[in-house]
């Protein structure tokens, strides 16, 4: 099941690392830990405090139900869009560009380690580790700072599998396959997993490997969806991913992890594009063929060393250290790419070229939490966050250029108390964090496209901010309460686009404004109800920034705007365990208003577009288990919507979709069968049906009806 923590805010940095949560995370079935909130620990949010003591808005995916949204649809991402109600849906694309939670970015993290480049977002960040190797995801909602620098729309942190808990040898294996409806040779794929854990006194270790092949996707109609050969498809695609983590039980309170990953996904490069026509509704298609340049790729290499002390002091130490490494290959077209035409090198039309982003950071956490001696109703935290990145976007194919080296660092000591009044009834929590950043960027000269090319005097531009955040918690009875809180987030606007951008003299970039960092201020309010078989919530929210950041579409690729941004949001979720044994019914529905200053005069006045917003949702599910059956169907209804200040054309007409899935339990490990799309709908997707909808090569229908059959074994 999806367990629902619907908390509030405190958003600050406690710090507490992952892999020693993760060990002490509460065993219990998910039932048992739906039905008592004190005993979830959300290690996404940086504290060993309970999740009902924090007035933060989360939502916990836990093993059960994200392994059924999986095997639904093939990704973390999609499962977490699936089942968030305020997140937009997804492009089905490698490239999540476009896709927010509350109308804005979130922080993908593994382990609270962020996983996107601050100085140029790829958005290749949700496609970073097999899911095989995810236990639970954690979803706090809302502009915060608690990772540090990004997370404006929230924070997604995937927590891996935790270390084994009884000596000896222990595992889990997964073999699947996949077929649409049509059982097109071309469209059928396939997946194997496996993970050892062993754990011999003091010292463990867990090992594994993920391959899968991904075929054709065919929509509806019972076409082939249309390649995005520039940012990358999922479809026609392999994927290998490792992972490794090694455990010392230093004392009966100490800890040391060392956990390692490599995940890499490459298109097969089969098919090419074959224009559409959205004036008859006709979308774009695949044909066999061999792309010009190297397949799409994403590849992420990461390695993390914690020590932990839960009993240092009387407190909880937690130190984190982590290097990643990523490197993201672009696809390549001549005629619809225009930025990478130069007449100095080909005449216009005819160079061939494409992008590879180059990307390594480093950094380190450290926090200290304890209650006060003789003040044990006030709990305090203390910490310090480092990150040191460098990035880059060349034109692989002419050895060119396009986002300059840059290096960013970011230094944040940060603090957090939380206290607890008249028995736990009323709890208030509140924190500063100070961030300190520093871009630097060396003299560098932009592509001919843009307006012949200009020099850019480098710089290194230094920004630095108080962040503050406080929240009020009150429960006068046990599964009631209301909640209220503030709190500031604080990240970079995408850095390489801005500065790739430049398209005129005279730009120093140590005063260009452009490059300033967002903050964002989140408001919130809600109430929840959580007795006997109702789970309700209600929660209402708004968010602003003076300077926020858009995604435009410019000369065939996508650069970044400053424009102050307003969003508000209602979310609503009903939960009911029906008299039926074993069955329960859900509805989730999130409505969203996005509005941007179009014309710098100090007020909105226009909407945000699908680039930028996520649509209105209802979701509806009912839910069974009972013995060795569990079973699941779902629908989202993506609900119509009208832009205020842009075209018709770009207004959205709406879709919605069924899920399906049933497991049996054998004796020997479980088999699941599950559909995407179960009535076969044909749609045209969200991104493309607003963002692009006259572009015929980017005019992409939604995958249609595919089924997976999978058997796993736990030992």
Same mark, same amino acid.
């Given at each position: 099941?999806?367990?629902?923590?619907r908390?509030?805010?405190?958003?600050?940095?406690?710090?507490?690392?992952?892999?020693?949560?993760?060990?002490?995370a509460?065993?219990?079935?998910?039932e048992t830990?739906a039905?008592?909130q004190?005993?979830?620990?959300?290690t996404?949010a940086r504290?060993?405090?309970?999740?009902?003591a924090?007035?933060l808005?989360i939502?916990?995916?836990d093993?059960?139900a994200?392994?059924?949204?999986?095997s639904?649809?093939?990704?973390?991402?999609?499962?977490?869009?699936?089942?968030?109600p305020?997140?937009s849906?997804?492009?089905?694309k490698?490239s999540?560009?476009?896709e927010t939670?509350?109308g804005?970015?979130?922080l993908y993290?593994?382990?609270?380690i962020?996983?996107t480049?601050?100085?140029r977002?790829?958005a290749?960040?949700g496609?970073?580790?097999d899911p095989?190797?995810i236990d639970r995801?954690?979803?706090?909602?809302?502009?915060?700072?608690?990772?540090g620098i990004g997370?404006?729309g929230?924070?997604?942190?995937?927590?891996?599998v935790?270390?084994?808990?009884?000596e000896?040898?222990?595992?889990?294996a997964?073999?699947?396959g996949n077929?649409?409806?049509?059982?097109?040779?071309?469209?059928?794929?396939?997946?194997?997993?496996?993970?050892?854990?062993?754990r011999?006194?003091?010292?463990?270790?867990t090992?594994?490997?993920?391959?899968?092949?991904?075929?054709?996707?065919?929509?509806g109609?019972g076409?082939?969806v249309?390649?995005?050969?520039t940012?990358?498809? =999922?479809?026609?695609?392999?994927?290998w991913? %490792? !992972?490794?983590?090694?455990?010392?039980?230093?004392?009966? &309170?100490? +800890?040391l992890?060392l956990?390692?990953?490599?995940?890499?996904?490459?298109?097969d490069?089969?098919?090419v594009?074959v224009?559409?026509?959205y004036r008859?509704d006709?979308?774009?298609?695949s044909?066999?063929?061999?792309?010009?340049?190297v397949?799409a790729?994403?590849?992420?290499?990461?390695?993390?060393?914690?020590?932990?002390d839960?009993?240092l002091?009387?407190?909880?130490?937690?130190?984190q250290l982590?290097?990643?490494?990523s490197r993201?290959?672009?696809?390549?077209?001549?005629?619809?790419?225009?930025?990478?035409?130069?007449?100095?090198i080909?005449p216009?039309g005819?160079?061939?070229?494409?992008s590879?982003?180059?990307s390594?950071?480093f950094?380190?956490?450290?926090?200290y939490?304890?209650?006060?001696p003789?003040?044990?109703?006030? =709990?305090a935290t203390?910490?310090?966050?480092? %990150? !040191?990145?460098?990035?880059?976007?060349?034109?692989?194919? &002419?050895? +060119?250029?396009?986002?300059?080296?840059a290096?960013f660092?970011?230094?944040?000591?940060?603090a957090?108390?939380?206290?607890?009044?008249?028995?736990?009834?009323?709890?208030?929590?509140?924190?500063v964090?100070?961030?300190?950043?520093?871009?630097?960027i060396d003299d560098y000269?932009?592509?001919?496209?843009?307006?012949?090319?200009h020099?850019?005097?480098?710089g290194?531009?230094k920004?630095?901010?108080?962040?503050?955040?406080g929240g009020?918690?009150v429960?006068?009875?046990?599964?009631l309460?209301?909640?209220?809180?503030?709190a500031?987030?604080?990240?970079?606007?995408?850095?390489?686009?801005?500065?790739?951008?430049i398209?005129?003299?005279?730009v120093?970039l140590?005063?260009?404004?452009?490059?300033?960092?967002?903050?964002s201020?989140n408001?919130e309010?809600?109430?929840?109800?959580?007795?006997g078989?109702?789970?309700?919530?209600?929660?209402?929210?708004w968010?602003?920034s003076d300077?926020?950041?858009l995604l435009?579409l410019?000369?065939?690729s996508?650069e970044?705007?400053?424009?102050?941004?307003?969003i508000?949001g209602?979310e609503?979720?009903?939960?009911?365990?029906?008299p039926?044994?074993g069955?329960?019914?859900s509805t989730?529905?999130?409505?969203?208003?996005?509005?941007?200053?179009?014309?710098?005069?100090?007020?909105?006045?226009?909407d945000?577009d699908?680039?930028?917003?996520?649509p209105?949702?209802?979701?509806l599910?009912?839910?069974y288990?009972?013995?060795?059956?569990?079973a699941r169907v779902?629908?989202?209804f993506y609900?119509?919507?009208?832009y205020?200040?842009?075209?018709?054309?770009?207004?959205?007409?709406?879709?919605?979709v069924?899920?399906?899935s049933?497991?049996?339990?054998t004796?020997?490990?479980g088999?699941?069968?599950?559909?995407?799309?179960l009535?076969?709908?044909?749609y045209?997707?969200y991104?493309?049906?607003?963002v692009?909808?006259?572009?015929?090569?980017?005019?992409?229908?939604?995958?249609?009806?595919?089924?997976?059959?999978?058997?796993?074994?736990r030992?």
């Amino acid at each position: 099941m999806r367990i629902r923590v619907r908390s509030l805010l405190a958003v600050s940095s406690l710090a507490l690392a992952a892999p020693a949560l993760a060990q002490q995370a509460p065993e219990a079935p998910a039932e048992t830990q739906a039905e008592d909130q004190g005993e979830i620990i959300v290690t996404g949010a940086r504290t060993i405090l309970p999740a009902n003591a924090l007035p933060l808005t989360i939502d916990v995916i836990d093993r059960a139900a994200l392994g059924q949204q999986v095997s639904i649809a093939g990704s973390v991402v999609d499962a977490v869009a699936n089942l968030t109600p305020s997140f937009s849906p997804t492009r089905q694309k490698l490239s999540g560009a476009g896709e927010t939670l509350r109308g804005r970015s979130p922080l993908y993290a593994i382990n609270g380690i962020p996983q996107t480049t601050p100085l140029r977002d790829g958005a290749r960040d949700g496609f970073t580790i097999d899911p095989f190797f995810i236990d639970r995801v954690e979803l706090i909602y809302g502009s915060n700072a608690l990772q540090g620098i990004g997370g404006t729309g929230g924070i997604v942190n995937q927590v891996t599998v935790a270390p084994p808990g009884a000596e000896g040898l222990s595992g889990r294996a997964l073999v699947q396959g996949n077929a649409d409806t049509g059982f097109h040779g071309d469209g059928m794929g396939g997946k194997v997993a496996g993970l050892l854990a062993w754990r011999a006194g003091r010292f463990d270790a867990t090992i594994g490997g993920a391959y899968e092949k991904r075929g054709a996707f065919y929509d509806g109609a019972g076409h082939r969806v249309g390649t995005d050969l520039t940012q990358g498809e =999922t479809q026609d695609s392999q994927s290998w991913s %490792l !992972f490794a983590r090694l455990g010392f039980a230093v004392s009966d &309170t100490m +800890r040391l992890d060392l956990t390692a990953s490599r995940f890499e996904l490459k298109g097969d490069g089969d098919y090419v594009a074959v224009a559409g026509n959205y004036r008859i509704d006709l979308p774009t298609g695949s044909v066999r063929g061999t792309p010009p340049g190297v397949p799409a790729t994403n590849r992420t290499e990461s390695v993390a060393l914690s020590l932990t002390d839960s009993s240092l002091w009387g407190g909880n130490l937690v130190s984190q250290l982590f290097y990643n490494r990523s490197r993201d290959t672009y696809g390549g077209e001549i005629a619809p790419i225009a930025t990478f035409q130069d007449a100095r090198i080909a005449p216009v039309g005819t160079l061939f070229d494409q992008s590879q982003n180059r990307s390594r950071k480093f950094g380190g956490k450290l926090s200290y939490e304890r209650a006060i001696p003789g003040f044990e109703a006030l =709990t305090a935290t203390v910490g310090f966050d480092a %990150l !040191f990145d460098k990035t880059e976007q060349r034109l692989i194919a &002419t050895d +060119r250029i396009w986002v300059p080296p840059a290096e960013f660092r970011s230094l944040a000591p940060f603090a957090q108390a939380n206290l607890a009044l008249f028995d736990k009834k009323l709890r208030l929590a509140g924190g500063v964090r100070h961030e300190s950043v520093e871009i630097t960027i060396d003299d560098y000269t932009t592509l001919a496209s843009y307006a012949g090319g200009h020099f850019v005097s480098g710089g290194s531009p230094k920004f630095s901010d108080t962040l503050f955040n406080g929240g009020v918690i009150v429960e006068p009875l046990a599964g009631l309460r209301a909640y209220a809180s503030y709190a500031e987030g604080y990240t970079v606007p995408d850095v390489g686009r801005i500065a790739r951008a430049i398209n005129r003299d005279g730009v120093d970039l140590d005063d260009y404004l452009d490059l300033t960092p967002i903050v964002s201020n989140n408001r919130e309010i809600g109430v929840e109800v959580k007795r006997g078989p109702l789970d309700a919530s209600a929660t209402y929210f708004w968010s602003s920034s003076d300077e926020g950041s858009l995604l435009v579409l410019i000369g065939g690729s996508y650069e970044v705007q400053r424009q102050r941004v307003e969003i508000q949001g209602l979310e609503l979720s009903l939960a009911v365990r029906t008299p039926l044994p074993g069955l329960s019914v859900s509805t989730g529905y999130a409505h969203l208003i996005g509005r941007t200053d179009s014309n710098s005069d100090g007020k909105v006045d226009q909407d945000l577009d699908g680039a930028n917003i996520s649509p209105d949702r209802f979701n509806l599910a009912a839910i069974y288990a009972a013995g060795p059956v569990s079973a699941r169907v779902q629908t989202q209804f993506y609900l119509s919507r009208r832009y205020d200040g842009l075209a018709r054309i770009l207004d959205f007409r709406g879709y919605n979709v069924t899920d399906a899935s049933i497991r049996y339990q054998t004796g020997f490990g479980g088999l699941t069968l599950s559909a995407q799309n179960l009535f076969d709908t044909f749609y045209i997707d969200y991104y493309s049906d607003t963002v692009r909808p006259t572009d015929n090569l980017h005019y992409f229908a939604g995958r249609g009806r595919n089924f997976t059959l999978g058997w796993d074994l736990r030992f």
